[in-house]
């Protein structure tokens, strides 16, 4: 098949299950086609797979043209060939993530664009056909990445406003904008987004602390005002947003230095028990792994794999506190230590989940406050609610 006609198949696939509803995107996805934006050589599948469109012609365009998203930027100066080297930085989002997004954000002529994580370039070049290129603008924080992604906008003939920063910051120069758009995960909305809104302006943005539990959000400015028509009855609220569905995400970096990474780094534990109940799965399943991620502050995740089979990795911030789990015979073996005993409060959240009816992520969403603070909540945003600690 010739790129046009696996661009077609796929577009007609993303329509004929409903993701993709617009007109206007419709069209959209049909004049940008995604293979004009991903590296002939260097990327990677979701699984790992290295790309080489010179090497295996078909097979890079097979993948181009797959739902998936594409690993186009490993962590450290290089793109490893290997899998399991590095965190990746950049990728192209899956066609139907990106569909679901542009969908969310309700996108009408006249209005100003902000993306943050030009990436690729593709989502940049999505919106510039849909909203012209005057109206996006578009900022990304690697300078490597920009340049390849301003070279091949220049080529698929588009020009938005394109620029090496920060996203964490917006770009106030431009604003005020319409939508703000990104393919970065966040786990707290940055300040500056909200105040770089116009008054009725939408955040869409994928959001979570563990990137295979993360959600994709929509948060409206206004949309919390306690006398606004359908606001939320709580006083004080800057904006209000629901969670719309699973998604994998590359997190937003943030300001700060750099975390220690989660590893495995020998410690004595404190304490361990043996348990005939396997401790990975609910951590690995998406609606109790998002429900932890919600009610434990601070930690983060890693799996790892031992002579015995699939284990896991468990740490707070600065990996003062850690939790090690394996394989143990018939067994598991959990153990803990530093000052806090995560993996107890693992346990409750997920006594608290299953007492609540084990929501599902649909049912959260997330409330900032005039003050700044941020909070999830369940059902409704005057409910059930925990608050939202700094990135992790």
């Not at 469109?53 to 998203?69: I, K, S």
């Not at 990445?145 to 964490?168: I, N, Q, V, W």
């Not at 770089?196 to 955040?203: A, F, R, Y």
Request: charged share 20%.
């Amino acid at each position: 098949m010739t790129a046009r006609e696996r661009n077609s198949a796929l577009i007609e696939a993303i329509i004929a299950d409903g993701t993709l509803t617009d007109a206007a995107l419709v069209d959209a996805f049909r004049s940008v086609p995604r293979h004009l934006f991903i590296p002939e050589n260097g990327a990677l599948t979701a699984n790992g797979g290295a790309l080489n469109a010179m090497g295996n012609p078909d097979r890079w365009l097979a993948a181009v043209y797959t739902d998936n998203a594409i690993v186009t930027r490993i962590e450290g100066p290089e793109v490893p060939r290997q899998r399991g080297r590095g965190a990746a930085t950049s990728c192209s989002s899956a066609p139907t993530v990106l569909a679901r997004m542009l969908e969310l954000a309700d996108l009408a002529d006249g209005q100003k664009v902000l993306e943050v994580g030009t990436g690729t370039g593709w989502n940049t070049a999505l919106l510039a056909h849909r909203l012209g290129d005057g109206a996006v603008t578009s900022v990304e924080i690697d300078e490597r990445l920009l340049d390849a992604a301003r070279e091949a906008l220049r080529d698929a003939g588009f020009s938005p406003g394109t620029h090496l920063t920060d996203g964490h910051g917006g770009y106030p120069q431009a604003a005020p904008f319409d939508r703000i758009i990104s393919a970065c995960g966040v786990r707290r909305v940055p300040a500056a987004w909200l105040e770089q809104l116009t008054d009725d302006g939408i955040v869409v943005c994928p959001w979570g602390m563990l990137e295979s539990a993360g959600v994709l959000m929509r948060l409206e400015l206004g949309a919390g005002d306690a006398g606004a028509p359908g606001g939320s009855g709580v006083q004080g609220l800057t904006a209000l947003g629901r969670f719309h569905g699973g998604v994998g995400f590359v997190p937003l970096r943030t300001p700060g230095p750099a975390l220690p990474p989660v590893r495995d780094a020998g410690q004595q534990p404190d304490e361990y028990r043996l348990t005939q109940v396997d401790p990975v799965a609910p951590m690995l399943a998406f609606a109790s792994a998002f429900a932890v991620s919600v009610m434990v502050p601070d930690w983060r995740m890693r799996r790892r794999w031992i002579g015995t089979g699939s284990g896991m990795w468990l740490c707070d911030r600065w990996g003062e506190s850690w939790v090690r789990i394996y394989p143990y015979g018939t067994s598991w073996m959990i153990e803990q230590g530093g000052p806090r005993s995560i993996w107890d409060e693992v346990e409750e959240a997920l006594l608290e989940w299953s007492a609540l009816g084990e929501p599902d992520p649909s049912r959260f969403g997330l409330l900032v406050a005039a003050d700044g603070e941020q909070r999830v909540w369940l059902d409704a945003p005057d409910g059930r609610s925990w608050p939202v600690g700094s990135p992790v």
